[in-house]
C-alpha cells in the first residue's frame, strides 16, 4: 500500500460530470475557468457549483493553476439549453438537471 501526504500531493484531481458521461464527450480539450465562463455565460462560481452537483466536469490543479472544464462539455450545455427552451442568456442549471434526469431514466428520443 502506497501512502499519499494530502499536503504534498500535487497530482491534479478530475471529477467527472453527467454531460461528459451521458453523452460520451471528447475529454482532450480542457480551458481554464475564465474562458470556460466567457464561452457559457456562467460565472466561474457557477462553474464551480455546476461540477459540485455532478453536472459538469472539470480538472482542480493542485499546483495553483485553478479549475479548467471541458469545452465539448460546454458546446451540449449550451445546445441543450438552447434547444429545450429557446432562451438568450447563461444556461439553467434546473433545465440541464432536468434534462439529465429524463435521459437517465428514459433514454436519448
Given at each position: 500500500?502506497?501512502?499519499?501526504?494530502p499536503?504534498?500531493?500535487?497530482?491534479?484531481?478530475?471529477?467527472?460530470?453527467?454531460?461528459?458521461?451521458?453523452?460520451?464527450?471528447?475529454?482532450?480539450?480542457?480551458?481554464?475557468?475564465?474562458?470556460a465562463?466567457k464561452?457559457?455565460?456562467?460565472?466561474?462560481?457557477?462553474?464551480?457549483?455546476?461540477?459540485g452537483?455532478?453536472v459538469l466536469?472539470?480538472?482542480?490543479?493542485?499546483?495553483?493553476r485553478g479549475?479548467?472544464?471541458?469545452?465539448?462539455?460546454l458546446?451540449v450545455i449550451?445546445?441543450?439549453t438552447?434547444?429545450?427552451?429557446?432562451?438568450?442568456?447563461?444556461?439553467?442549471?434546473r433545465?440541464?438537471?432536468?434534462?439529465?434526469?429524463?435521459?437517465?431514466?428514459?433514454g436519448?428520443?
Open positions: 500500500m502506497i501512502l499519499v501526504d499536503l504534498q500531493d500535487t497530482t491534479d484531481r478530475i471529477s467527472w460530470g453527467w454531460t461528459a458521461l451521458l453523452y460520451d464527450i471528447d475529454h482532450s480539450q480542457w480551458v481554464p475557468s475564465q474562458e465562463s464561452f457559457s455565460g456562467l460565472s466561474p462560481t457557477a462553474l464551480k457549483r455546476w461540477a452537483r455532478g466536469s472539470q480538472v482542480t490543479s493542485r499546483k495553483g479549475r479548467f472544464y471541458l469545452r465539448s462539455e458546446d449550451w445546445c441543450i438552447h434547444n429545450t427552451t429557446s432562451q438568450d442568456g447563461a444556461p439553467s442549471l433545465v440541464i438537471r432536468a434534462h439529465i434526469e429524463d435521459v437517465i431514466y428514459n436519448f428520443r
